[in-house]
């Protein structure tokens, strides 16, 4: 008899073992978070573009933010998938990357612009790519926008970017870019979060900058689709534009013209905006900087980076309309080998490079 008990007993305790390890996975896990710090600079505007989330890495997160705060810089941009709040479907919500990362990055004082996009497998086609988003899911969407906004706005996290350069057939789903489709997006995600948190910063843009490529089919001109957003009365539902701004191969004071690729290409962005009535909004780089790759026929030599770097956050004092400039990248966790690496401040296992000591030289008061 007492064998015969053995068994559903066993059962119940395996399932209970396996229960428990199920949810122990899910629950949030205890943060090591270091003391409340401040950053120290001669530059507010001063920003850097993170690469954090989807690390997992607690200790690699907490060691990058320090660098950015002992860097002086005030604002990091970071990407916050949507693909990983809600991998399986709209019903539920995991936080546990999104927390770290915001948590750790509060306690280094800074100021977090949030870019909220990468579709999960639920809301879209079969054999799309993560960034496919058919407008059946635009609620989904704002729904995961709002829910973000309405967790972390509290926590000081107001700034939150609409997509990413949506002006790309690669961001938007290997399809043609499509202004109105952008904007009905916007219509849809601007109300969701305003009626949550009021006082979130809707920013939408980060654009591709450049003239149009393959009659506008790989990338539409990001003049002409700005001015296409306006066409489709999306002004009304955003709070500020997102800028990438890169050098190229010009110094930052290099005049802009609407064929070039510089960082001065924002005045043309700005002008823009005025003429379609919306003045008193402010623009924010997102990406921008410039490549030091030896091999890279885009790049430039290593110590006109250094110096032309310094030079984009000092030009950028002079725009009162400017929220921050924020540089791609601060560093990644791998290397790729290759002219990628070449655009970080610091190397994969936190070596600074010398674009990191020159900034930060820049920035101490």
């Known amino acids: 008899m007492a064998r015969k008990l053995a068994a559903p007993g066993l059962s119940i305790a395996l399932f209970a073992l396996v229960l428990a390890q199920f949810v122990s996975l899910r629950l949030p896990r205890p943060l090591t978070l270091p003391p409340q710090q401040v950053v120290a600079t001669r530059n507010p505007l001063v920003g850097v573009h993170t690469r954090l989330t989807g690390v997992g890495d607690e200790g690699y997160v907490r060691r990058t933010l320090e660098q950015v705060r002992e860097l002086g810089s005030p604002w990091i941009v970071e990407l916050f998938p949507w693909a990983y709040v809600q991998p399986r479907s709209r019903y539920g919500y995991d936080w546990a990357g999104a927390d770290m990362v915001i948590a750790h990055a509060r306690r280094q004082g800074l100021t977090i612009v949030a870019r909220l996009d990468l579709v999960p497998a639920w809301a879209r086609p079969p054999g799309s790519t993560d960034r496919h988003l058919d407008p059946e899911h635009y609620a989904d969407y704002a729904a995961f926008v709002a829910a973000f906004a309405a967790r972390y706005g509290p926590l000081g996290v107001r700034h939150l970017v609409i997509w990413n350069e949506p002006n790309l057939s690669f961001e938007w789903g290997e399809r043609p870019p499509d202004p109105g489709a952008y904007a009905a997006l916007l219509k849809v995600v601007y109300p969701a979060v305003k009626a949550v948190a009021p006082d979130a910063i809707v920013i939408a843009g980060a654009l591709s900058p450049g003239s149009s490529l393959d009659g506008g089919r790989t990338r539409m001109d990001d003049m002409q689709y700005l001015a296409s957003l306006y066409d489709a009365e999306a002004g009304p539902f955003f709070d500020m534009w997102a800028v990438h701004a890169y050098g ?51 790049a430039v030599r290593p110590a006109d980076r250094i110096r032309w770097t310094i030079a984009t956050y000092e030009q950028a004092r002079r725009y009162p309309w400017l929220e921050a400039v924020a540089l791609w990248q601060f560093s990644t966790p791998f290397s790729t080998r290759s002219y990628p690496d070449a655009w970080n401040f610091v190397a994969p296992d936190g070596t600074p490079r010398a674009i990191y000591h020159a900034v930060r030289e820049y920035t101490q008061p």
Do not use: C
């Open 248 to 298: 190229g191969q010009e110094p930052p004071g290099a005049a802009p013209a609407p064929e070039k690729v510089n960082f001065r290409r924002i005045e043309l962005v700005r002008a823009l905006m005025d003429r379609s009535g919306d003045a008193g909004k402010p623009i924010i780089v997102t990406e921008g900087g410039y490549n030091d790759h030896p091999r890279w026929s885009a």
